[in-house]
């Protein structure tokens, strides 16, 4: 397993060629998005273009809870909708202070139920267009064959 430090950009594409790496196209995928802030057409956009290049099953998406509160109903039920076929659980995380991690992922699982194959991509990049295409600051990847899932309470 090669880790790669990534000091040029944090655009969409590399994000996506980064997660890539995890991704047997023989199975389906869980996609996790873990970002304090986030906006609803980039969350889209990142689900589609995924959705497209890995047979997704699932996404988890995981918001700090303050910032949730900002959102209208309306714009979740956009994300939630917007892949045919596939879950998208949205998930508040409910902490003391801000929830401020930022961390993509996606894993396979074998025929038993755990975990085959995926990637995971750490750093300062927020699911904002800005976040995707304008922040210079570096991520760590490193592909993985465990992923874990945080608790949080779901968006109704």
């Known amino acids: 397993m090669n880790t790669s430090f990534n000091t040029k950009q944090t655009k969409e594409e590399k994000l996506i060629h980064m997660l890539m790496k995890g991704v047997d196209k023989r199975y389906f995928h869980t996609l996790y998005l873990t970002s304090c802030y986030f906006s ?17 099953k699932k996404v988890f998406l995981f918001i700090d809870r303050k910032s949730a509160q900002t959102i209208e109903q309306k714009q979740f039920n956009r994300i939630r909708s917007c892949i045919r076929n596939v879950d998208v659980e ?23 139920g755990g975990v085959y194959r995926g990637s995971l991509a750490i750093g300062s990049a927020n699911l904002t267009h800005t976040g995707l295409t304008e922040n210079k600051n570096g991520n760590i990847e490193k592909p993985t064959r465990h992923a874990r899932r945080r608790r949080g309470s779901r968006i109704p």
Do not use: P, Q, W
């Not at 609803?40 to 997704?56: F, V």
């Not at 949205?90 to 025929?111: E, N, Q, R, W």
């Open 40 to 56: 609803t057409e980039s969350a889209i956009s990142l689900m589609r273009k995924m959705e497209k290049l890995a047979k997704l």
């Open 90 to 112: 949205i998930l508040a995380v409910d902490t003391s202070t801000l929830f401020h991690s930022k961390g993509y992922a996606i894993k396979s699982d074998d025929k038993n």
